[in-house]
């Protein structure tokens, strides 16, 4: 049981290349969320899928989209990456229900030059 | 809306002593509320939850958090620090509109000195 893993651990981009984080979860949960991390504000939500088939935007959409390729796999991808992207990127997943706690990847640390 | 306060950015102990981490939340209906602990360098881990039933919610590692509805917040202690305590702690709220997203909170970043 591996949880929610992702890949890769580190990129590094030029500003306008694209690139796809990929995330996976074997914990049957119906949820998936992508959040950054940026130093002193916490962790912002960008998108979350509730369910198979769904996803919606977060709290900072801008500059990314996203897939969930089916239950287990949640994808999120820059089409033009900036450097305002620097960051460290985390998907996490649950059931959504009252206390329904989210499980975190270790995350992807991304720069963009 | 839901949102989350953690009042101090970072919090400095000594090994030994205890450890007090504050967050205020606000919320329109009962919320559930979690605290979570980051090492340096790795993912988030829950510590503990609370969900409406006990108000005081014991965790891993010794840690314990004390729902207090009428002042809006939700501590998290430890009576002993340990250097293995260092690390960044984040409050989050729950959201309740039937989305069950999290709001988190800005952390705190706590020192453990020897």
């Known amino acids: 049981n591996a949880g929610v893993t992702q890949t890769p651990k580190f990129q590094v981009l030029k500003t306008g290349q694209s690139m796809t984080l990929q995330c996976a979860q074997d914990?049957?949960?119906?949820?998936m969320y992508w959040y950054r991390q940026d130093p002193g504000m916490g962790l912002r939500l960008i998108y979350y899928?509730?369910?198979?088939?769904?996803?919606d935007k977060g709290e900072v959409p801008n500059g990314y989209n996203v897939s969930r390729l089916n239950k287990r796999e949640f994808s999120l991808r820059l089409e033009s990456a900036a450097p305002s992207q620097t960051s460290v990127y985390f998907c996490?997943?649950?059931?959504?229900?009252?206390?329904?706690?989210?499980?975190f990847g270790p995350g992807t640390r991304l720069t963009v030059t | 809306a839901q949102s989350v306060t953690q009042l101090d950015s970072h919090v400095s102990v000594s090994e030994g002593t205890p450890v007090l981490l504050r967050c205020n939340y606000s919320?329109?209906?009962?919320?559930?509320l979690f605290w979570y602990v980051q090492h340096p360098n790795k993912g988030l881990q829950l510590l503990l939850k609370?969900?409406?039933?006990?108000?005081l919610v014991k965790g891993i590692n010794g840690f314990e958090a004390e729902f207090k509805k009428s002042e809006t917040s939700f501590h998290l202690t430890k009576p002993s620090a340990h250097m293995s305590d260092a690390a960044e702690y984040f409050c989050?709220?729950?959201?309740?509109?039937?989305?069950?997203?999290?709001?988190f909170g800005t952390g705190t970043r706590l020192k453990v000195l020897a």
């Open positions: 996490a997943s649950n059931y959504p229900a009252r206390g329904g706690e989210q499980y």
């Open positions: 914990m049957n949960h119906n949820s």
């Open positions: 899928s509730a369910s198979e088939g769904t996803t």
């Open positions: 919320s329109s209906y009962s919320p559930s």
């Open positions: 609370y969900t409406s039933a006990a108000t």
């Open positions: 989050v709220v729950s959201d309740t509109s039937g989305t069950y997203k999290y709001i």
